[in-house]
């Protein structure tokens, strides 16, 4: 029997009333907590038999670590764990007040650097095979270049390298027009409420458009169960430590000294040419945020071979694909 697009409307204003986000189940892949470091903890997921060398993964600061673990069927470390794929995944934590004074280094070099090396004790290896997500790549990549880290090779995934490229973000993030000492004066760290109204705007219409798939889509539960989940993720951001954001906002976006060079962090440079491993930028086709451009911009700059490469999907909805555990299980095995 075929439905109107009056039902259809109904039908999900119905559903979205009965608040399905908040009970939308994020994190559900069994895990353990291996180590902690103040507020950041690395999380084990563990194959039932290891068939490929384990994966250590960094996801952004601003962000809850579900992202790669969204739901069941649409999870990467399930789907990993699955392939035989032992998964290491650093959780920052979330910031607080107390944490506004923190340093960039604290996160790139101390934080990082005690988390991989403890994921290599524990997996009993003497070098490991790193990951980066968005602006955990950014973070893991300067790690690389600023630390001698005992790691084999670099996947990086929609990290943005070359800050000049990447859409709107790189416009409205100028000295000129962005109010980055007045924002984190007054609030102290930057708020995640304001981050996700900022990425609400690159898009203006990406609601309308959210609320119209999940109509046409709305017969469909699974479908239903997976636009819950993200909703929930989405809703659930971390705050940006200050200290850490003014650095990054004026190294990555006002300077775009990731690519011109010139940034000083604590004394000692940043370039990512000091980097030898060899290193994957993979892109997402639809990437709003972080576009093929600026992801693949890490060929120009790093200090090792690299592998340029572009998948379908959206920023953060290749994280919900099959595509990308496929694409990562290749690398591994490769």
Same mark, same amino acid.
């Given at each position: ?6 039902? $259809?409307? +109904?039908?999900? #204003?119905?559903?979205? !009333?009965?608040? %399905? @986000?908040?009970?939308?189940?994020? &994190? ?45 069927? $649409?999870? +990467?470390?399930? #789907?990993?764990?699955? !392939?035989?794929? %032992? @998964?290491?995944?650093?959780?920052? &934590? ?50 690389? #270049? ?189």
């Amino acid at each position: 029997m075929s439905t109107t697009i009056t039902d $259809r409307v +109904v039908d999900t #204003a119905r559903w979205l !009333a009965s608040d %399905p @986000v908040s009970r939308a189940r994020t &994190g559900q892949t069994p895990h353990a907590v291996i180590f902690r470091d103040q507020k950041a903890c690395v999380r084990y997921f563990a194959p039932a038999t290891a068939l490929f060398p384990p994966v250590f993964c960094v996801v952004p600061l601003i962000n809850t670590w579900t992202v790669f673990d969204l739901m069941p069927g $649409r999870s +990467v470390v399930e #789907a990993l764990t699955a !392939a035989g794929v %032992p @998964v290491y995944l650093l959780d920052w &934590g979330r910031a607080g007040p107390e944490d506004a004074d923190l340093p960039m280094s604290h996160y790139v070099d101390r934080v990082l650097g005690r988390c991989i090396n403890r994921a290599i004790r524990h997996a009993g290896i003497d070098a490991i095979d790193v990951l980066g997500y968005c602006v955990g790549g950014t973070f893991l990549a300067l790690h690389l #270049a600023r630390n001698p880290s005992p790691v084999r090779r670099a996947f990086f995934l929609a990290t943005p390298i070359d800050f000049s490229r990447s859409g709107r973000l790189s416009i409205w993030a100028r000295p000129e027009t962005f109010p980055l000492d007045t924002i984190i004066d007054g609030f102290g760290n930057f708020p995640q409420a304001l981050m996700l109204d900022s990425f609400r705007w690159l898009r203006p219409t990406g609601s309308t458009q959210k609320l119209k798939t999940l109509v046409d889509r709305g017969g469909d539960p699974a479908f239903r169960e997976l636009w819950a989940a993200l909703e929930a993720w989405n809703g659930d951001g971390v705050d940006f430590p200050g200290a850490t954001y003014r650095e990054y906002i004026r190294g990555c976006y006002f300077d775009n000294a990731l690519i011109r060079g010139g940034w000083v962090m604590d004394g000692r440079r940043v370039d990512l040419r000091d980097a030898k491993i060899p290193a994957v930028a993979l892109a997402a086709g639809g990437d709003h945020i972080v576009p093929e451009a600026a992801a693949h911009a890490l060929a120009e700059v790093w200090g090792g071979p690299v592998t340029v490469a572009t998948i379908s999907g959206g920023h953060v909805g290749v994280c919900a694909g099959a595509k990308l555990p496929a694409a990562i299980v290749d690398w591994l095995g490769a």
